[in-house]
């Protein structure tokens, strides 16, 4: 029987094909879950995302601190900004690039139902250019 795990923020961090480093909480990787992922994300001011999507998985965001600018849609033609206290929702297979424009970190807990939240993202380097 699987059991209860407790995981330290700051223990261990990643570097996400995205382009952010993560905190890698709970993910396959780490306690075996077997349907979801959770982890924290600090974007630093200026900081930005590659273009991309996570294929088939949905993701949930919460935004602890600061404010963020995601574009998103299959051109990136659309413009959301996120701040401290709300959440966001991104379909699965729905490309976006998010980014800071600072000038204060922006820190999140991001949920996706991947368990291994590497092994859906899909990087669209021919959006690159659409977002400044």
């Not at 330290?8 to 382009?19: E, L, N, S």
């Not at 709300?86 to 297979?93: H, K, Q, S, T, V």
Request: with cysteine; aromatic share 6%.
């Amino acid at each position: 029987m699987p059991s209860c795990q407790k995981i330290a923020p700051g223990a261990t961090t990643y570097a996400g094909k995205q382009g952010f480093d993560y905190f890698e909480g709970i993910a396959r990787e780490t306690t075996g879950s077997r349907g979801i992922c959770m982890h924290l994300l600090t974007i630093p001011p200026g900081g930005r995302a590659k273009a991309h999507k996570h294929a088939t998985h949905e993701t949930a965001i919460y935004v602890i601190s600061g404010t963020s600018i995601m574009a998103w849609g299959e051109r990136l033609e659309h413009r959301m900004e996120v701040g401290a206290g709300e959440m966001l929702y991104i379909p699965a297979d729905t490309p976006h690039l998010p980014w800071n424009p600072g000038p204060e970190p922006v820190t999140a807990v991001i949920a996706r139902t991947d368990p291994h939240e590497q092994e859906s993202v899909v990087l669209l380097p021919d959006l690159e250019g659409l977002v400044p």
